[in-house]
């Protein structure tokens, strides 16, 4: 679990997914016996908003840093005012 593996044990990935919920949510909103109605696809979006969402939001800001930068380097485009700082 601490490596980033899958959590196979039922307990343990219901106390994960607690966790993740909390701080999704900025404090104690739900513990681990209120998860035991949450089927699979609510599960796999609560862990997909918490771990996924974030990574490809880094990526995005990557992607977006890097296009202005090459932008910034041609001088044409900051002479007719397209360039947005």
Do not use: C
Not at 5 to 34: C, F, K, T, Y
Not at 43 to 61: H, M, N, Y
Not at 63 to 84: A, C, D, N
């Amino acid at each position: 679990m601490a490596r980033g593996a899958p959590v196979q044990h039922a307990e343990l990935r219901r106390l994960r997914l607690a966790q993740m919920i909390n701080r999704l949510h900025g404090g104690a909103v739900v513990s681990l016996w209120d998860l035991g109605d949450l089927d699979g696809p609510a599960e796999d979006l609560i862990f997909a908003v918490a771990i996924d969402l974030p990574k490809r939001q880094a990526s995005a800001a990557e992607i977006e840093r890097q296009r202005m930068t090459w932008l910034k380097s041609h001088p044409q485009y900051g002479e007719f005012g397209l360039l947005v700082n």
